[in-house]
């Protein structure tokens, strides 16, 4: 960013008064003020769930978001063995026993896989790691500044999980059976509106770098123990779309995200909705033949302490798109 967007940036902070954030502009002291409900939550790590967010004003409105609906769909993988069925089974009904009010509806996807509801895919292992998730937050076209929940929430998440680990040589390993487990339920965590991890303690959300806390909430579901999810019964006793922060921007940070949001209105384009995660969050939109169109924000918790680091990345369809607008 150049020294004179700088000084506009930071005009606009002192402008707006962001001081007094719990954590950067993520405000988990206002949310609790505002929602007292959340206390009832011993132990919850809620401040530790990275925020989605939306273009609004001269800036982007942070919010939480989590699926509207009681009924949740899920679809899963018509490839899966019977073990692998039976894993599934468990860390739903796990979820659904752990005080969130909410249940599933589970089917076999045929096909190519849907685009709503959480669905489940089995993929080749590529790497260490067991599984990834991202979760799309739909939102409005326009969103405005202010207090009151913005119109949001959950309606599809895509879980890969790896049907094998490799070792140090890149030599395929079976994967211990109790990681397989936890490593589903943590997933669904994040399917379920969770973004990022719980970094100390006991915590399904705890990140894959606590691996033995994986496996022993793997074996703790296998033996029929109740899942203790207080980080989600807290989101999901809020309303979906609750605000907890706003990031002041300037021009040259929200031009491009602006560009390709004037052209996906245009183009008729699907969307958009938001992604957020541990290392970067998003907005996207989709064409017809289900592209998407996506603008990421790179390293999302430092941008969250420092916006001044924001600087929008768009893929090269977004780019195309925001090519048309003209603005540049």
Not at 142 to 163: K, N
Not at 222 to 242: I, Q, T
Not at 273 to 283: D, K, N, P, V
Request: hydrophobic share 40%; net charge negative; glycine share 10%.
């Amino acid at each position: 960013m150049s020294a004179r967007a700088r000084s506009r940036f930071l005009a606009a902070l002192l402008a707006v008064g962001v001081a007094g954030c719990s954590s950067g502009a993520w405000d988990y002291g206002a949310l609790r003020s505002r929602h007292p409900e959340l206390r009832q939550f011993s132990g919850h790590r809620l401040h530790q769930s990275m925020p989605y967010f939306a273009l609004a004003g001269e800036g982007f409105e942070l919010f939480l978001c989590r699926w509207a609906t009681e009924t949740i769909p899920v679809w899963l993988p018509p490839e899966r063995t019977p073990r692998q069925s039976a894993v599934f089974e468990r860390a739903l009904a796990a979820w659904e026993g752990a005080g969130l009010g909410i249940r599933f509806d589970a089917k076999t996807w045929q096909g190519t896989p849907p685009r709503t509801g959480i669905v489940f895919e089995l993929v080749d292992a590529q790497g260490a790691q067991t599984a990834t998730t991202i979760a799309d937050c739909a939102i409005p076209q326009q969103v405005e500044p202010g207090d009151t929940p913005i119109d949001a929430e959950l309606q599809y998440a895509s879980i890969h999980l790896s049907v094998g680990g490799v070792d140090v040589f890149g030599r395929p390993v079976a994967l211990d059976p109790h990681e397989v487990l936890g490593a589903v339920v943590h997933e669904i965590g994040h399917a379920l509106g969770f973004a990022g991890h719980v970094d100390r303690g006991e915590s399904v959300m705890s990140s894959y770098g606590q691996i033995d806390n994986v496996r022993r909430w793997g074996r703790r579901i296998e033996a029929g123990e109740p899942l203790e999810a207080p980080s989600l019964a807290a989101l999901y006793a809020l309303p979906s779309g609750v605000r907890v922060g706003s990031l002041p921007l300037v021009r040259e940070q929200l031009d491009p995200l602006r560009d390709v949001s004037e052209a996906a209105t245009v183009e008729g384009l699907r969307g958009p909705w938001s992604r957020s995660g541990s290392e970067s969050a998003s907005l996207l939109w989709r064409n017809p033949a289900d592209q998407s169109a996506t603008v990421v924000v790179e390293d999302w918790p430092t941008a969250l302490e420092d916006p001044t680091t924001i600087a929008p990345r768009p893929n090269r369809r977004a780019r195309l798109l925001g090519d048309r607008t003209g603005r540049r």
